[in-house]
């Protein structure tokens, strides 16, 4: 896939999507590492391997499987990538981002982003769920930004906001549910942090990113989110910590994939009725045709 993508490369695989499945989904999911069960939940599935996808790239991680998947939450139509494309893959940073314009031009209106993600607050445990607040995207900071190059304005303004972008009334809705779930002990809000990765932090950068008020640190989400802003989406977005940060010199842990992986494991079926519940609950006029 080349570097340059333009509307038609968005268009061109909305319309092959389009000619391939009768749903039209209002709300895309993107789940993160150890996360791809979120897709279990949908009802009537239509799926596609993304090397069967015209223009899509390919996940190499382990605990992404590589699948788009269509189908119905409770009634609401649902796009699920089970699998994202990660910075440290070698994808640039349009490619991380390519499915979140074609879910644009799908129809989508609201994007959910779900992450494993390494806690720095010192209130977290492993297992706890945090509702994203607000995030720090380290690499756009230093000018490594999906909308670098040519802005396209059929997609969104030049100079976007960013400010309040994880919406409130879903956050709010959220803390509701989990509440009436009975998991809110075990429920945080708080800011994510993006780094480049691929390997875990140092703990000097730890202890840096604790001093920021980073709450959460992974490897994904805030380019996504980004650009779905960008697009005029509406966002929210949850992490599982699925690890502490080793933030001290005495520490003898350090963390791997492996770990994050069977975290994730731990809170799959929570995650899962969480995500189908708030979906449940949205507001969207689901058009099936
Ligand atoms: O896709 P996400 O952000 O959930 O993946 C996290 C960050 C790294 O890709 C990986 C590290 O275990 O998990
Ligand atoms: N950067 C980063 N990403 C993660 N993803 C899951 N855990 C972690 C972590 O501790 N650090």
């Given at each position: 896939?080349?570097?340059?993508?333009?509307?038609?490369?968005?268009?061109?695989?909305?319309?092959?999507?389009?000619?391939?499945?009768?749903?039209r989904p209002k709300v895309a999911i993107i789940c993160g590492s150890g996360l791809g069960m979120l897709a279990d939940a949908l009802k009537c599935q239509d799926s596609f391997p993304y090397s069967d996808i015209p223009g899509f790239p390919q996940s190499t991680v382990q605990g992404h499987a590589g699948r788009l998947v269509f189908g119905e939450?409770?009634?609401?139509?649902?796009?699920?990538?089970?699998?994202?494309?990660?910075?440290?893959?070698?994808?640039?940073?349009?490619?991380?981002?390519?499915?979140?314009?074609?879910?644009?031009?799908?129809?989508?209106?609201?994007?959910?982003?779900?992450?494993?993600?390494?806690?720095?607050?010192?209130s977290y445990q492993v297992g706890d769920i945090m509702i994203i607040k607000d995030h720090i995207n380290f690499p756009?900071?230093?000018?490594?930004?999906?909308?670098?190059?040519?802005?396209?304005?059929?997609?969104?303004?030049r100079f976007p906001p960013m400010s309040g972008v994880y919406?409130?009334?879903?956050?709010?809705?959220?803390?509701?549910?989990?509440?009436?779930?009975?998991?809110?002990?075990?429920v945080q809000e708080g800011?994510?942090?993006?780094?480049?990765?691929?390997?875990?932090?140092s703990i000097a950068e730890?202890?840096?990113?604790?001093?920021?008020?980073?709450?959460?640190?992974?490897?994904?989400?805030?380019?996504?989110?980004?650009?779905a802003t960008h697009c005029g989406m509406r966002v929210f977005g949850l992490s599982l910590i699925t690890n502490k940060v080793v933030k001290s010199y005495n520490d003898t842990e350090s963390v791997n994939h492996e770990a994050v992986l069977e975290v994730s494991k731990l809170r799959s079926q929570t995650l899962q009725m969480l995500v189908t519940e708030l979906v449940s609950r949205m507001d969207i006029n689901n058009n099936t045709t």
């Open positions: 896939m080349k570097d340059q993508i333009c509307y038609d490369d968005y268009q061109k695989t909305a319309s092959w999507l389009l000619s391939q499945t009768q749903h939450l409770k009634g609401k139509t649902c796009v699920c990538m089970q699998g994202r494309f990660h910075m440290y893959e070698g994808h640039s940073l349009c490619k991380t981002t390519f499915p979140v314009r074609v879910f644009k031009l799908l129809g989508v209106e609201t994007l959910i982003v779900t992450n494993a993600a390494g806690s720095l607050a010192d756009g900071l230093a000018g490594l930004n999906p909308l670098n190059g040519p802005n396209d304005d059929k997609f969104g303004p919406d409130k009334d879903l956050r709010k809705i959220a803390f509701d549910l989990c509440k009436s779930m009975g998991v809110s002990q075990f800011v994510y942090c993006m780094v480049g990765g691929p390997n875990f932090e730890a202890r840096l990113l604790h001093r920021l008020g980073v709450d959460a640190v992974g490897m994904s989400t805030a380019p996504e989110v980004v650009v």
